[in-house]
């Protein structure tokens, strides 16, 4: 990514608030996902030599342990499973909104100006328009979104297959990530495999309408192997890379890999 993200319209009270409410809940996100691997408090504080009362030791711990799962979360993970689908008559309807601010603060996207930038490790680093995007195959997914937050939702998604438009763009398949920038200043990154998914898709459209603006609209990414955080709205930019491209959450301390 070449630009930095364009976030300034974002009150930075609000962004401080949203960031200060997600600490513990990132602790308690890694601490359950360790208890879930095997462990317990006890060995953690083994493992890292601290007193789990001691709270910044506990964090460092959290974090070697968090890096240390994504890379056994990347060498589980089955790139054919697919995960549950669901009927339409369970399809919620609209979806439910999540942002790291609130929706009174989403400022819609314009389809027409709007253009998907490539960068990176791409064979035709062309912009897309919407037209263009609209122009590929579609498919429709209803499956199950999750939020690191604790709830989640059946949506039904649809538009071109992820692998497919990688493929189209003559992306290096063998890369390490896909990292996204968003219109809100958000960015988000997720593995290759995990992009090559055939439940990975650029959706464009909810319940058999355009997206809603505060769902995405005109591009978001929507993936069934992966936590809501890891699905960017408002996408503007996509890169192709071997250099860990982190992201908005993954930079305050999520779990990077974040598989389902
Ligand atoms: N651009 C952008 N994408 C984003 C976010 C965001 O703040 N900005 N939040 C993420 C989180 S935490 C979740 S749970 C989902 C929510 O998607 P939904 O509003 O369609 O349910 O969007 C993800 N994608
Ligand atoms: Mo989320």
Same mark, same amino acid.
């Given at each position: 990514?070449?630009?930095?993200?364009?976030?300034?319209?974002?009150?930075?009270?609000?962004?401080?608030?949203?960031?200060?409410?997600?600490?513990?809940?990132?602790?308690?996100?890694?601490?359950?996902?360790?208890?879930?691997?095997? !462990?317990?408090?006890?060995?953690? #504080?083994? +493992? &890292?030599?601290?007193? $789990?009362?001691?709270?910044? /030791?506990?964090?460092?711990?959290?974090?070697?342990?968090?890096?240390?799962?994504?890379?056994?979360?990347?060498?589980?993970?089955?790139?054919?499973?697919?995960?549950?689908?669901?009927?339409?008559?369970?399809?919620?309807?609209?979806?439910?909104?999540?942002?790291?601010?609130?929706?009174?603060?989403?400022?819609?996207?314009?389809?027409?100006?709007?253009?998907?930038?490539?960068?990176?490790?791409?064979?035709?680093?062309?912009?897309?328009?919407?037209?263009?995007?609209?122009?590929?195959?579609?498919?429709?997914?209803?499956?199950?979104?999750?939020?690191?937050?604790?709830?989640?939702?059946?949506?039904?998604?649809?538009?071109?297959?992820?692998?497919? !438009?990688?493929?189209?763009?003559? #992306?290096? +398949? &063998?890369?390490?990530? $896909?990292?996204?920038?968003? /219109?809100?200043?958000?960015?988000?990154?997720?593995?290759?495999?995990?992009?090559?998914?055939?439940?990975?898709?650029?959706?464009?459209?909810?319940?058999?309408?355009?997206?809603?603006?505060?769902?995405?609209?005109?591009?978001?990414?929507?993936?069934?192997?992966?936590?809501?955080?890891?699905?960017?709205?408002?996408?503007?930019?996509?890169?192709?890379?071997?250099?860990?491209?982190?992201?908005?959450?993954?930079?305050?301390?999520?779990?990077?890999?974040?598989?389902?």
């Amino acid at each position: 990514m070449t630009k930095p993200p364009s976030a300034s319209r974002f009150r930075p009270a609000r962004r401080l608030a949203s960031l200060s409410d997600h600490g513990g809940l990132v602790a308690e996100i890694d601490r359950r996902r360790l208890l879930r691997g095997g !462990f317990s408090l006890g060995a953690l #504080a083994m +493992l &890292t030599g601290c007193d $789990v009362t001691d709270n910044d /030791a506990v964090q460092r711990g959290l974090r070697a342990v968090s890096r240390w799962n994504d890379r056994v979360q990347a060498a589980l993970f089955r790139p054919d499973k697919l995960a549950p689908t669901y009927d339409r008559a369970q399809v919620v309807k609209p979806p439910r909104f999540n942002a790291y601010y609130g929706i009174e603060d989403v400022e819609p996207v314009d389809g027409a100006a709007w253009r998907l930038e490539l960068a990176g490790l791409i064979g035709d680093r062309r912009p897309w328009t919407l037209r263009e995007i609209n122009a590929l195959p579609a498919q429709t997914w209803i499956y199950r979104h999750v939020c690191v937050e604790g709830w989640d939702y059946i949506g039904q998604w649809s538009g071109p297959n992820f692998r497919l !438009f990688l493929e189209r763009i003559g #992306a290096d +398949l &063998t890369a390490k990530y $896909v990292a996204f920038r968003c /219109a809100d200043g958000y960015t988000g990154s997720i593995d290759m495999p995990s992009a090559l998914h055939p439940q990975t898709i650029l959706a464009t459209g909810y319940a058999d309408e355009p997206i809603a603006d505060p769902f995405g609209y005109p591009l978001r990414l929507r993936t069934a192997v992966k936590l809501g955080f890891k699905n960017p709205k408002w996408i503007t930019a996509i890169e192709v890379t071997n250099s860990y491209p982190g992201g908005y959450w993954e930079d305050r301390g999520f779990n990077w890999f974040s598989g389902l």
